[in-house]
C-alpha cells in the first residue's frame, strides 16, 4: 500500500501577509479605477450624454476585471505554492 504523502510545513507568516497585502492591493487599485469611471465619468457631458450612460456600466466591467484579476492572482500563488512543496 502506497504511502500518502506528509502535509509539508507551512511557509513563513510573513509571505502570507505580503501575499495579502498585495491582494488588498489590487483590489484598491481596480476598485479606485472602477468608481472614477462610475462617479466621475458618468458626470462629465450633457445630461443624457454617452458618457452618463456608459460611465457606471464601465465601471462595472472594470470592478469585475478587478475581481478576476484578483482571483487569477490567488490561483497563481496557490499552484506556485504547491510546486514549491511539493
Not at 31 to 55: H, K, N
Request: charged letters at 10%; zero cysteines; a negative charge.
Amino acid at each position: 500500500m502506497a504511502e500518502l504523502p506528509s502535509i509539508p510545513e507551512p511557509g513563513p507568516v510573513s509571505s502570507y501577509i505580503s501575499d495579502g497585502v498585495r491582494i488588498v492591493a489590487i483590489l484598491l487599485v481596480w476598485g479606485v479605477i472602477a468608481a472614477f469611471f462610475t462617479y466621475v465619468v458618468s458626470d462629465i457631458g450633457s445630461t443624457g450624454g454617452l458618457l452618463e450612460s456608459l460611465g457606471p456600466q464601465i465601471g462595472e466591467v472594470i470592478a469585475l476585471a478587478g475581481l478576476l484579476n484578483t482571483l487569477l492572482y490567488i490561483l497563481y500563488r496557490a499552484i506556485d505554492y504547491w510546486h514549491q512543496f511539493s
